[in-house]
């Protein structure tokens, strides 16, 4: 596997709840500060969510509160827990390892009513 690949994105009303989940090869997944970023159209791409092999997790400001950054070692999986979904959170999903080498291809996450 050379890059992380991205899951479970969808359509949600809301105040709706996601799981995001991205797998990555032993190596990929090695790398230390594996983190989600989000961008939606016409805006910058925004770092989230990130989590230190030492199990310290940051957030933004945009997302401290509802989101959950955790990893699954025996899987190589790195999760994004979302609940209360506003509209805002609309856009494409992407992890990446901390030294951005290596980025998925991205899960779409539309909050719509």
């Known amino acids: 596997q050379v890059h992380p690949v991205e899951s479970g994105g969808g359509l949600v009303q809301p105040g709706g709840s996601l799981t995001l989940s991205c797998v990555a090869s032993?190596?990929?997944?090695?790398?230390?500060?594996m983190g989600w970023y989000r961008q939606a159209p016409g805006k910058q791409r925004e770092s989230i969510a990130c989590?230190?092999?030492?199990?310290?997790?940051t957030y933004s400001a945009s997302v401290k509160g509802r989101f959950t950054i955790s990893r699954d070692n025996t899987t190589n999986t790195l999760y994004l827990e979302m609940i209360n979904l506003k509209p805002e959170d609309t856009a494409g999903y992407y992890c990446?390892?901390?030294?951005?080498?290596?980025w998925g291809q991205g899960t779409q996450v539309t909050v719509s009513s």
């Open positions: 990446a390892t901390g030294d951005n080498s290596h």
């Open positions: 032993g190596s990929i997944f090695s790398i230390d500060g």
């Open positions: 989590l230190s092999k030492r199990g310290v997790a």
